[in-house]
């Protein structure tokens, strides 16, 4: 196990979050489709269900994105910036089927400013373990999506199956034609 169950989870919501689009079939198209983000990736806490909150989520895109493909300094700072914001004060607590791990804000707190810190948390363990290199753009020609590699030997290059197996038959194509 390279990061803890809480950090795995926070991180793999953040790449699903980042990659997520504002185009049509967006996996964050409506309040239902958030709460059942929400509930694939287990959050907790306070959820507003409203047209305001799926906004304000879906403008933490950007930011993540950045925070997720910064350069280990740059991502030291970025996470730095976003926990002061938030004021976070880092606790332990176990809930649900999760044992002890790290929240930094209140559950009651907004979800966007909760997504923010629980990101900025999971990558204080990346940034600290010296993993930034789990963190890529997707290996893709017409793919600009974000990959985050928790494999043992580090051999995921593209953010999906479907980029793997586009790439692999345009390879075959271009073979075939050679």
């Known amino acids: 196990m390279l990061f803890t169950d809480d950090t795995d989870a926070a991180l793999q919501a953040a790449v699903a979050l980042v990659n997520s689009t504002d185009e049509p079939g967006d996996p964050l198209g409506s309040v239902d489709d958030l709460s059942a983000f929400l509930a694939s990736w287990s959050y907790t806490g306070r959820h507003d269900a409203t047209p305001d909150e799926l906004e304000a989520v879906r403008r933490l895109r950007p930011a993540l994105r950045a925070l997720l493909l910064a350069e280990r300094d740059e991502a030291a700072e970025i996470v730095n910036g976003m926990l002061a914001a938030a004021r976070a004060l880092p606790q332990l607590q176990r809930h649900d089927h999760w044992d002890w791990h790290l929240h930094a804000v209140d559950p009651d707190r907004p979800l966007d400013e909760r997504v923010v810190v629980e990101t900025a948390m999971a990558m204080v363990d990346v940034i600290r373990a010296d993993e930034m290199s789990r963190l890529d753009r997707c290996a893709a020609d017409d793919c600009d999506d974000v990959v ?31």
């Not at 030997?153 to 692999?168: H, I, K, L, V, W």
């Open 148 to 178: 985050l590699d928790l494999s043992r030997n580090r051999s995921r290059r593209y953010c999906s199956t479907t980029c793997g197996n586009r790439e692999a038959v345009a390879a075959y194509r271009a073979r075939q034609r050679g």
